[in-house]
């Protein structure tokens, strides 16, 4: 069952070209994300990320700056706090 999922996510990036994905407000992309854990702890934790990136790469989104140290922080749709090293670097120009 892992490797259904695993091909699924290769004929996204086969048949979706780079340009024309949606843009990811992670650092690492959600593809990438669901299929590094797939590959590396299972079927299930890929499905679990798969539903956690699913809920949260979506408007709803707020970056801050955090008034202590002036770092960059975003919380999630579901009340989640990134740090500055996992928002896509694209967002710091956009706030």
């Not at 990320?49 to 809920?55: C, E, G, S, T």
């Amino acid at each position: 069952m892992k490797i259904i999922l695993l091909s699924i996510i290769r004929m996204y990036w086969a048949v979706f070209p780079k340009d024309k994905r949606r843009k990811c407000i992670f650092k690492l992309s959600c593809s990438k994300h669901v299929y590094q854990v797939t590959r590396e702890e299972g079927l299930l934790e890929g499905f679990n990320a798969l539903k956690y990136r699913y809920k949260n790469c979506r408007n709803g989104y707020h970056i801050f700056e955090n008034h202590i140290d002036g770092s960059k922080m975003m919380i999630l749709p579901d009340g989640q706090l990134l740090q500055e090293n996992e928002i896509a670097v694209r967002f710091f120009s956009c706030s």
